[in-house]
């Protein structure tokens, strides 16, 4: 058989990765259930037409199709058409639509599932990757303090991962309603056009975007240099809120809904500035590309590795869930957690302990002998402890060198005759230092930091 080649856009982790990537789900999980978020979990499909309602995907989704029936016949257009999901929160929404009576809001969930999507592959782009997703959805109604709550318990989760080498984050908040309120405020009309083309920014910079302001939303020059004046704008205290405002006031563009936008902004930024200092910053020029989204857009970055892109975004939406009768707004973030840990793997910036769970390897005398030595592996995982039993009765120092290339910390020597003609007492041997020590199956410990792998800075 040929040696097969690997798919590129399907990550894969080796061991070691895969206990870093459990980590950072684990962090991420427990501090979402710290603020009170209930975990779901949706299918892995759901009708094409609903998946391409919202946004400019339809060519990220895979589609799936049957190839044979149970007869064996070719069969195609008889059932609805279906395709992966390519997020979480259009799943999201329709759960939560499906649900609605037996849910309470406001609703607090997170969902951390696989999600496709048939992009170009490159550096921190996955066809086929994890996100964790949090939402605060309300039936009819939802208070602005949520918008404030939701990006700050993301630098929480965030922020307890620094403690393994995850470099500090920077979330990037902006308000659709300040955007909005300016563009419409100088005149331009096309709001989701002009947000489209801001968007881009970072991708193709300010000279390529003020054409396309002009040639595809019909913006004059002025205007066009009004929409990037907007974008250029940031800062981590109040005082954006005052100059955006006396922008607009350059050109004539403060409304009503410019107003609303920079209370908003505003209590966000203060609210920050206290519960999480440097760490959310106003930026202007953030637009999110979707156009479901009415209220707070978020982007977050790594500092150091913003070259990366955001690894966290969301933002609020009015109008996402609704039935025709009833609305329910919510406002949401996503990790690219695959995004994440491809960037910790590769930059080399954590690592594992070790990449087996077992803290134990008990060796086997002789293959006679090898019921006592799975009796001490029963003992000492009765006890919580990770433990493997060797896989051949070789001599000790192959046995404890098999240990070695596992990374397994500890072998167990089950005790032999006595010199009185008993039983001989057990030993252990901790094969980094040496030493060697009695002890028994029903009392002994290994140290807590040695008991299952951990994830630790590198270097």
């Known amino acids: 058989m040929a040696k097969p080649t690997p798919l590129s856009g399907f990550p894969e982790w080796l061991p070691d990765g895969r206990i870093v990537e459990q980590h950072v789900l684990d962090t991420l999980r427990h501090t979402f259930e710290l603020h009170g978020f209930a975990g779901i979990e949706t299918r892995a499909v759901e009708p094409l037409d609903q998946l391409l309602r919202k946004g400019e995907t339809s060519k990220e989704v895979y589609v799936l199709s049957r190839l044979q029936d149970e007869d064996g016949a070719a069969r195609a257009g008889s059932e609805k058409q279906l395709g992966l999901h390519f997020d979480l929160t259009v799943p999201f929404a329709r759960y939560v639509l499906e649900n609605a009576g037996k849910l309470a809001f406001p609703l607090r969930r997170y969902q951390i599932q696989k999600v496709w999507r048939g992009e170009r592959p490159q550096e921190g782009r996955f066809r086929e990757f994890i996100q964790a997703d949090i939402d605060i959805v309300g039936a009819g109604e939802l208070p602005y303090h949520f918008e404030v709550e939701a990006p700050l318990v993301m630098a929480e989760a965030l922020g307890a991962l620094s403690e393994i080498g995850l470099p500090p984050v920077r979330i990037l908040v902006n308000n659709r309603r300040v955007a909005e309120g300016f563009y419409r405020g100088v005149g331009l009309d096309d709001v989701e056009g002009v947000l489209r083309q801001i968007d881009k920014l970072d991708k193709i910079g300010p000279d390529k975007v003020s054409g396309l302001l002009v040639t595809e939303c019909g913006a004059t020059e002025d205007q066009a240099k009004a929409c990037l004046a907007l974008a250029s704008i940031s800062g981590s205290d109040v005082g954006v809120i005052a100059e955006v405002r006396a922008l607009a006031e350059s050109y004539g563009a403060v409304t009503e809904l410019l ?24 930026d202007l020029k953030i637009a999110r590309g979707l156009d479901y989204y009415t209220g707070s857009v978020y982007e977050t970055v790594l500092v150091g590795h913003e070259q990366l892109g955001s690894v966290c975004s969301g933002g609020r939406y009015d109008t996402l869930a609704s039935d025709g009768r009833n609305t329910y707004p919510g406002v949401g973030l996503s990790i690219g957690v695959s995004r994440l840990v491809s960037r910790l793997l590769s930059a080399e910036l954590v690592q594992a302990t070790r990449s087996v769970p077992s803290a134990v390897l008990v060796a086997v005398a002789s293959e006679e002998e090898r019921a006592a030595s799975d009796a001490v592996a029963t003992a000492l995982r009765a006890r919580g402890i990770p433990v493997e039993v060797a896989p051949s009765a070789a ?13 397994i910390p500890f072998v167990w020597f089950p005790g032999s005759v006595g010199e009185d003609g008993g039983p001989g007492a057990d030993q252990v041997k901790d094969i980094r230092s040496g030493d060697q020590v009695d002890a028994g199956a029903a009392t002994w410990e290994p140290p807590a930091e040695d008991r299952w792998p951990r994830v630790v800075p590198k270097g």
């Open 259 to 282: 107003e609303t936008g920079l209370a908003e902004l505003g209590a966000l930024i203060a609210a920050a500035s206290e519960r999480a200092p440097g760490v959310v910053v106003a």
């Open 395 to 407: 001599k000790f120092g192959k046995q404890i060198k098999y240990a070695d290339r596992r990374g």
